[in-house]
């Protein structure tokens, strides 16, 4: 057995799952109740703000893309982070451009950027064209950035979300225009890229923490202090998991019931064995 | 201060130059005749010798799932297999399960049979291309004539010579998987259980292959167009896998050259200034 | 002559060929500036790629998962799913607007269900990896461990918690955690960097692939041998 | 193609549900909006707790699946089914830009009219292709749609695609350029590795190494004793530091990032499962 087809496998992932659940729930449900939790202020947001008021500047536009990301949790976070870019860049009335692969998140994005005009003040500034769905196609979005980036000279690029191999087209493009970039993403080995391109990079699950951060939501701060117990408890386990490991050996049945397919049943026999001899 | 406008020029050097020096770079280095000694790992040394271990009039199958976008990874491992079944004097039918694949395939083979006088239908076949390699393989598995019915050039089956006393794949001695994606899973899943096979993937899949060389379900394995190059030493020839190792290789010299060119420029930029 | 008349597109064949080669030149022209010429190719490619995509996903995908399976499993209950799909379209209407958002929530709700075998799939197994690193010699060992196998283990973990650390949110950082986080952060830099010399010939082999198609099938210039 | 029984069942099942489906509409607008929004936070909710249990109930030992398995297969390709028919909504969202474009003759409309061409020619083809390759609605394959087809797909689409991709070679090279500066710690770090591996993992590395005289052979020796000076030697090889870096000490990066990411994807899982997360839905 190679993967999880379910939580029999090894009730194991269960368990965790229900912990990582309880703790995000719990510390969802204190913050809701009025607790003021606290999260420290990312480099990245800096990075955003300074990028919204050098774009203001020039007066040109400003580009939204959420990558190839397939509808889901990081599209909903991608877009909760395009929502506030828009509200602020409202104000100045500096044009948009979200610019999607994907046809659910583009019908998502409409709602989210028309609501964002509203709860800025502007709903006349709003324009469904705005929003484009270039292709599903990886690189005919690409060749559709690629050339959108140049033709309009945007001033400043946010990438967030997923993304592939074609980040380095959107990032490098950006740069050749002199646009301000900023890109957050999850996809660890497109980090590189956008490192090297960008101005500011948002790595790994700081993606997460920006929207907690940007709309000081109880709901997201509550789950950040969660997903950081969550981490605490990962980080507990490797360390006593490698020195059990090494007490005991690596195969022993209590290593493989950590998160191993399957090994759930080998550790029920080693069980019983034990509390039948105890 | 002549000095001075020199460095910030090369620092600020216009990409375009940076582009036409490596299209120059690549062009030179496809034609440049250097032959660096390779380091051959185990699986391609395997790969190598689970050909070497057929005997003339065998029969193989090549499953050829790749086109144009993997055209440097793929077409060295192709061009050097059939390089090397040819020189065995091994049979050989080629399917794929993509039409482009199916083109490429079978013009490049047709190509390269010519240059060593093996004639397609009677030492070579091609079965054309079928969307579903699952039914493809299960079906061949039992009878290829009923599973393909015709070659590419709509010749039935059962009248090419290459095939005769050939009747499904548990007759075949061995598979090479010379593909871009997953198609291997199916040709280990669903093949007869005596058939061998060797794979030639891209160095993005070849990572997760390893498993299947730990547990000899695959009996070796050339990754990408690196790979390829590492056979073609053990075959003591030059073909494309050389050439295009020495171009990968040579752009990453000129990377690491205006890398440190640039920083360079950089230091003498500041000491100029200080 | 004979190499021009060959090269020439007069047939098929090499029509097709030329049509390649120009295509490849053209989405090449945007590394000099944008332009005309690029910008063709570009509506093209995107013209192309929606039209290309109509086949394989709605006759395939329709036809596979809803047709089929009511025709000859006769599975009724399939029959809703293509005009409940269809709320979808209502987006674009002020009043109906809201409709669609129960089949976006519907999806939504299927993948946040879903999130939870991809978590344990994707993520238990690795953690499995990582806690089973010894750090000395464990008592019943199969096989030879290496001292250098213990080291390796040693800065396995300790990389792995400073960059955890440095992905904690919920806390200021300071004292030894601002050290070990900061620790973090040069050690994940390390790892862009050997993933980005580790693209560089992936992505150099594309390249090539392009130029030896301009080479060797446009302008027949035969490179390799044997 | 309505010859058989079965297909008219097929045909009036859909109607009805289609009849159905859409005569829902009118009643459901009748709802307040925060009847809408509980609706919605329902339907959300079931759709979730269909999967999760699915995941989560105890399955029978012999056929590895429970009661909710056989149909969980069904309800994922009817996801497959939406999401085809969203991608017509973005398609649809393209054609009409571009239209708009063409009849008003906006600025570029010359580039719109290529667009939306291309597309009603490889449309045509594609889905004569789709069908004829299945064998549906009797359709065939003749001479045209071949040519055809190869022309648009093989030597059009395919290479576009393939020199699109490319085109990251050129863009690698250049932002390499710009950015390993030795400007600070961290771009140094960057820079440094990049170098090392780059050259480590082509057969130059191996030929520097072998040329300023490292060890080229790993032996049994070596392997039971790290710290002898041949052994120190061997692990300097380019194309070892090479994997090493790669291996040890990018591994545990990639891990500690990948919890980082698992973790948070799971909670936002949760959040939007139970309808917590404000502003999207």
Same mark, same amino acid.
């Given at each position: 057995m190679g993967s999880y087809q379910h939580a029999q496998d090894n009730w194991f992932a269960a368990f965790i799952i229900v912990f990582i659940a309880a703790a995000v729930l719990i510390n969802i449900w204190r913050a809701r109740a009025g607790k003021q939790l606290y999260i420290r202020r990312i480099p990245g947001l800096d990075a955003i703000d300074e990028a919204i008021g050098r774009s203001t500047e020039l007066g040109r536009p400003v580009t939204m893309i959420p990558g190839l990301t397939a509808f889901g949790v990081e599209a909903v976070q991608a877009l909760t982070i395009f929502k506030y870019i828009t509200k602020q860049i409202a104000r100045f009335a500096t044009p948009m451009r979200l610019l999607t692969a994907n046809p659910t998140v583009y019908a998502v994005a409409q709602e989210a950027i028309s609501d964002a005009y509203n709860e800025a003040g $502007? !709903? #006349? %500034?709003? #324009? !469904?064209?705005?929003? $484009?769905? %270039?292709?599903?196609e990886q690189f005919a979005f690409a060749s559709g950035v690629a050339g959108l980036l140049q033709r309009e000279r945007v001033a400043a690029n946010f990438m967030f979300g997923i993304f592939f191999a074609e980040s380095l087209i959107f990032a490098e493009t950006g740069n050749i225009v002199g646009a301000v970039q900023i890109a957050g993403t999850v996809s660890f080995t497109q980090v590189p890229f956008f490192v090297a391109a960008c101005d500011y990079t948002i790595i790994g699950d700081e993606f997460y923490a920006t929207s907690a951060y940007i709309s000081r939501e109880p709901v997201l701060l509550g789950s950040m202090v969660g997903q950081d117990l969550a981490k605490l408890a990962f980080g507990s386990l490797v360390v006593g998991g490698a020195v059990l490991s090494t007490i005991l050996g690596p195969n022993h049945p209590v290593i493989q019931l950590l998160g191993k397919p399957g090994g759930w049943e080998p550790f029920m026999q080693w069980l019983s064995q034990v509390l039948g001899r105890g | 201060m002549e000095q001075r406008t020199l460095w910030s020029r090369m620092m600020a050097i216009d990409r375009r130059i940076l582009y036409l020096i490596l299209a120059v770079n690549i062009v030179g280095a496809l034609m440049a005749r250097v032959v660096l000694e390779p380091n051959i790992p185990p699986a391609v040394r395997s790969f190598y010798e689970t050909i070497e271990a057929l005997q003339p009039g065998d029969i193989v199958m090549v499953s050829s799932t790749w086109s144009a976008g993997t055209l440097a990874e793929n077409q060295p491992q192709f061009e050097a297999v059939l390089r090397h079944l040819m020189r065995k004097r091994l049979r050989f039918t080629i399917i794929s399960f993509t039409p482009p694949a199916r083109d490429i395939s079978h013009r490049l083979a047709r190509r390269l049979t010519r240059e060593q006088g093996y004639v397609e239908g009677k030492d070579w076949a091609h079965f054309g291309y079928t969307p579903d390699i699952v039914l493809a393989v299960k079906g061949m598995s039992e009878d290829i004539a009923q599973a393909v019915r015709q070659d590419v050039r709509r010749v039935p089956i059962q009248q090419l010579e290459v095939m005769r006393g050939i009747k499904s794949l548990k007759d075949y001695k061995l598979v090479v998987d010379i593909t871009p994606s997953d198609t291997l899973t199916a040709w280990i899943s669903f093949r007869p259980r005596d058939l061998k096979i060797i794979y030639c993937p891209t160095s993005v899949m070849a990572a997760e292959a390893y498993t299947f060389l730990d547990s000899k379900q695959i009996l070796g394995m050339i990754t990408g167009a690196k790979g390829a190059y590492e056979y073609e030493h053990l075959l003591g020839i030059v073909g494309l896998g050389t050439r295009f190792i020495n171009a990968i290789q040579f752009s990453h010299v000129l990377i690491i050259t205006f890398i440190l060119l640039g920083n360079f420029a950089m230091f003498m930029q500041r000491r100029s200034r200080s | 002559m004979d190499w021009l008349l060959a090269f020439l597109p007069l047939n098929f064949e090499r029509t097709s060929i030329w049509i390649g080669a120009i295509c490849t030149l053209a989405i090449y022209s945007i590394l000099y500036r944008e332009n005309p010429f690029y910008r063709l190719f570009e509506h093209m490619f995107v013209g192309l790629a929606a039209g290309y995509a109509l086949g394989p996903n709605l006759v395939d995908v329709i036809y596979r998962f809803w047709w089929e399976p009511i025709r000859q499993d006769g599975i009724w209950w399939l029959s809703f799913v293509v005009p409940f799909g269809m709320y979808l379209y209502f987006i674009y209407n002020e009043k109906y607007g809201w409709v669609s958002r129960i089949v976006i929530g519907a999806l939504i709700g299927a993948s946040a269900g879903l999130a939870f075998q991809a978590f344990s799939s994707r993520y238990l197994p690795q953690l499995q990896g990582a806690l089973s690193k010894v750090l000395w010699y464990p008592p019943n060992s199969t096989g030879e461990i290496y001292i250098s196998t213990i080291l390796n283990n040693w800065i396995f973990v300790v990389i792995l918690l400073a960059v955890l650390t440095y992905f904690t949110f919920s806390f200021e950082h300071r004292g030894a955690v601002k050290r070990t986080a900061t620790l973090g952060r040069w050690l994940l830099m390390i790892g862009l960097g050997a993933i980005f010399g580790n693209t560089v010939m992936a992505r150099m082999a594309l390249l090539i692939g392009r130029v030896y198609y301009l080479l060797d099938s446009w302008l027949m210039v035969r490179i390799g041998g044997g | 193609m309505f010859d058989t029984r079965e297909n008219i069942w097929a045909a009036f099942w859909m109607i009805g549900a289609a009849i159905l489906i859409f005569a829902l509409i009118p009643l459901l607008q009748t709802l307040p909006p925060r009847g809408r929004y509980l609706l919605i936070a329902f339907v959300t909710f079931i759709a979730g707790l269909f999967f999760a249990a699915e995941f989560f109930l105890p399955v029978d030992e012999k056929t590895g699946k429970n009661f909710l398995t056989d149909p969980f297969q069904r309800l994922q390709g009817s996801l497959q089914v939406i999401t085809a028919l969203s991608l017509g909504l973005g398609t649809y969202g393209l054609i009409r830009l571009h239209l708009r474009n063409a009849v008003q003759r906006r600025a570029q409309w010359g580039y719109s009219i290529v667009l939306l061409v291309s597309f009603v020619t490889m449309a045509f083809f594609s889905v004569w292709n789709t069908l004829a390759e299945k064998g549906l609605l009797g359709v065939q394959r003749t001479p045209l749609l071949e040519r055809a087809f190869t022309l648009l797909f093989d030597y059009t689409l395919v290479q576009l695609d393939a020199t699109m991709f490319s085109l990251i070679a050129f863009y690698i090279f250049s932002a390499a350029y710009r950015a390993f500066r030795i400007r600070s710690v961290e771009a140094s770090i960057l820079m440094f590795t990049a170098m090392i591996v780059m050259i480590g993992i082509v057969p130059l590395g191996k030929f520097i190494s072998d040329s300023i005289g490292l060890p080229i052979m790993m032996t049994d020796e070596m392997r039971t004793n790290p710290f002898a000076l041949e052994t120190i030697l061997y692990s300097l090889r380019l194309p070892e530091v090479a994997n090493w870096i790669l291996n040890v000490l990018n591994a545990p990066v990639q891990r500690a990032i990948e919890f980082g990411v698992g973790i948070g994807a799971l909670a936002m899982a949760i959040r939007l499962w139970l309808s917590l997360e404000r502003g999207i839905t």
């Open positions: $502007r !709903p #006349d %500034l709003y #324009d !469904p064209d705005s929003i $484009r769905f %270039l292709s599903s | - | - | -």
